[in-house]
């Protein structure tokens, strides 16, 4: 009798602990879905478990370490879980999260190598893959992993903007176009296909595509000033400047103030048919501040920007001045000077002078630029001024004019 009230109080006691790990268990649950992860993990390390359940509390503690941005915790953690159960996608999808977070791509890299082994019919996996290579500067392997997923699910319009965008950025877009055209074929209304086809109509000068792209994403709400500021300099290509003025200032209004904005806007003011001082002194300002915001190599174009802000203005010592301190690295900057003594100095002399430094400057580049478009109309300048020169007129491909407003469309999403 004694021993069987022994044994009744030991299951009794035994049916308390376990209410209790189930109750602490239940307690732990409801902590983590209202995010109190700290509290979570200090009743998760008192919880005396067995080893049936061992990996279930190791995962949660893993897990709270992550959410409060305990990684290097979390990482190990997971890792211990990983030895005794090596073919846990879950696991290995938590530690390629956490080591991309750690900027480890490498690693992320391995972890997803692995979750390719185990399911290779996943296409997640190969874009991860792809998408991974591409952080890491591997474009080659990137579209390789993204050609594997876009055959197993051809209708992956993810996948197929993806690699489209990949083309898009080696460059290569005669193989980025079948797909943008895929694409846009699966969902004409997809933001991503849209976008990539205005970048595809921009390199090809199309610019009323571009137009027709982005105005229709726009209408959609989407309002990326990447792209906006691709629309902007769309509308001055096609001439329409009172639109690329507008572009410009919204991307301004919205707090994109930026280079490539501030430029746009200045060569939009200058190629404005409203010539008055007011117009002029805002775009001399804008090349000022994209000069003072620059980190590109087109300082030199904002220069003669504002140099034919004052030639426009009237100003033509300042003009000239401006131009003087770019004589020697842009051969376009002697020309205007040229240009500037023989129509507003009426000084031919000094003229001819320039006109015949700028076509020696030309031909002293080993590769043409767009600063010697203007060759032909130089020597043809040259016999006019002096006819007893009789010089040739040589025979240069245009380039496109260095002065026009220009936007990357190089872009990694």
């Known amino acids: 009798m004694k021993n069987l009230l022994i044994f009744s109080f030991i299951i009794i006691g035994l049916c308390h602990i376990k209410s209790f790990a ?81 900027s480890n791509f490498l690693e992320a890299f391995k972890s997803y190598q692995k979750l390719n082994q185990l399911d290779s019919t996943n296409t997640f996996y190969w874009k991860e893959l792809a998408r991974i290579c591409s952080r890491m500067e591997r474009s080659k392997e990137a579209i390789f992993y993204l050609k594997k997923a876009v ?16 083309y898009l950025n080696i460059p290569q877009d005669d193989l980025a176009e079948p797909f943008i055209e895929k694409g846009f074929k699966l969902d004409s209304s997809s933001i991503k296909i849209r976008y990539l086809r205005s970048r595809l109509f921009y390199r090809k000068s199309d610019f009323k595509g571009v137009e027709k792209d982005i105005s229709y994403v726009m209408s959609l709400g989407d309002s990326t000033a990447f792209y906006q500021r691709l629309l902007g300099t769309a509308y001055y290509q096609m001439n329409d400047i009172p639109q690329a003025i507008a572009t410009f200032k919204r991307l301004l209004k919205i707090g994109e103030d930026t280079e490539n904005v501030r430029a746009g806007l ?38 003669l920007g504002i140099a034919d802000v004052y030639d426009k203005n009237g100003d033509t010592e300042f003009a000239i001045q401006n131009l003087q301190r770019l004589i020697n690295s842009r051969p376009k900057a002697v020309f205007r000077l040229a240009e500037i003594y023989e129509k507003k100095k009426k000084n031919k002399e000094m003229a001819l002078v320039y006109y015949q430094e700028y076509v020696r400057a030309c031909e002293k580049l080993k590769k043409p630029t767009s600063d010697c478009n203007f060759i032909k109309l130089a020597t043809r300048r ?20 260095s002065n026009e407003v220009e936007v990357d469309t190089v872009r990694h999403d």
Request: charged fraction near 25%.
């Open 22 to 102: 189930q109750n602490e268990a239940q307690t732990v649950d409801g902590l983590m879905q209202k995010g109190q992860y700290s509290q979570a993990l200090i009743l998760l390390e008192k919880l005396n478990v067995s080893d049936s359940t061992q990996l279930e509390i190791l995962q949660k503690q893993a897990f709270c370490n992550y959410k409060l941005g305990r990684f290097a915790q979390a990482k190990k953690l997971y890792y211990t879980i990983l030895l005794k159960s090596p073919e846990s996608s879950e696991i290995l999808l938590q530690i390629a999260t956490i080591v991309e977070k750690e």
């Open 151 to 166: 055959s197993l699910d051809d209708d992956d319009i993810e996948g197929i903007a993806s690699l489209a965008n990949l």
């Open 382 to 401: 040259i016999n006019e001024l002096n006819p007893k020169l009789k010089l040739e007129l040589p025979k240069v491909t245009a380039q496109k004019d």
């Open 266 to 303: 200045a060569f939009a003011l200058l190629k404005s048919t409203v010539n008055n001082h007011e117009i002029l002194h805002e775009a001399n300002e804008n090349f000022n501040q994209a000069i003072d915001l620059g980190t590109s190599d087109r300082i030199s174009d904002y220069e």
